[in-house]
């Protein structure tokens, strides 16, 4: 049944009956039965003459996230004080199986866009909010997902042979931070940081977007440093909702 959701996802308009069956492989009638439980749920909708798609369920989900998640909640105010303090865009950043997605975006006053929207996917390998999530994953994920996209991983800059990747990623978890020029916007440079849950496994990555295509040594020490303070509390934070009471 989640396929079904995955084929839509992937399509820009509508999906038909048609051509789910032909991807899917299903029965007419086992793909009938998915499809009315999901649009029962409120998380499909079928418009006519174009198919189905997303239902309302789905902004609902959305909506109770952003105001319930513990994350997005520690990180809100720690996120909107950073930008206060050094103009950028801060993103919150979380893994969703071989991407990453922004699940929060604080803007400060700055006359540039960051093109990791709320809800938009990348790729682990491209980006600082990404590649400091994918330097604290186990050593088999990074191999197989090095096997599966090597070129992603050389345009990412993290090397061109599985012992180049683990040998920047290895010095990227030394320092605690990553930073890149321009991987996903031009003119900017992107510093990151990661976030633990409280198994100290990596749970999300904190990051500060600034307009200027390069910093010196010392400003960009002192980003990092602010926004490793920023991913402590919103740990500590994260840690204490999720304790036994």
């Not at 086992?30 to 999901?38: E, M």
């Not at 994350?71 to 919150?92: E, K, W």
């Amino acid at each position: 049944m989640l396929r079904v959701l995955d084929i839509i996802e992937g399509q820009s308009g509508g999906v038909t009956t048609e051509d789910m069956l032909q991807t899917l492989g299903f029965t007419r009638s086992t793909l009938y039965r998915y499809l009315k439980t999901l649009s029962s749920a409120g998380l499909v909708t079928s418009l006519p003459n174009v198919g189905y798609t997303f239902g309302p369920r789905i902004a609902e989900l959305d909506y109770e996230m952003r105001n319930r998640d513990p994350l997005i909640i520690a990180a809100r105010p720690v996120m909107a004080d950073l930008v206060r303090d050094i103009p950028g865009i801060s993103l919150l950043c979380r893994r969703y199986r071989d991407r990453v997605l922004c699940v929060h975006q604080q803007r400060g006053d700055v006359d540039f866009t960051s093109a990791y929207e709320r809800g938009l996917a990348r790729p682990l390998s491209r980006g600082a909010a990404s590649r400091i999530i994918l330097a604290y994953l186990p050593t088999r994920n990074i191999a197989k997902l090095y096997e599966e996209q090597p070129t992603a991983f050389a345009e990412g800059e993290l090397g061109y042979s599985l012992g180049d990747v683990k040998t920047a990623l290895k010095q990227m978890r030394a320092r605690g931070w990553d930073m890149t020029q321009g991987h996903v916007a031009p003119g900017v440079t992107g510093v990151a940081v990661p976030i633990f849950d409280n198994r100290g496994v990596i749970l999300a990555s904190m990051s500060l977007t600034v307009g200027k295509p390069r910093l010196a040594e010392a400003e960009l020490q002192a980003v990092a440093e602010r926004l490793q303070s920023c991913a402590r509390i919103v740990t500590k934070a994260v840690r204490g909702a999720s304790s036994p009471t």
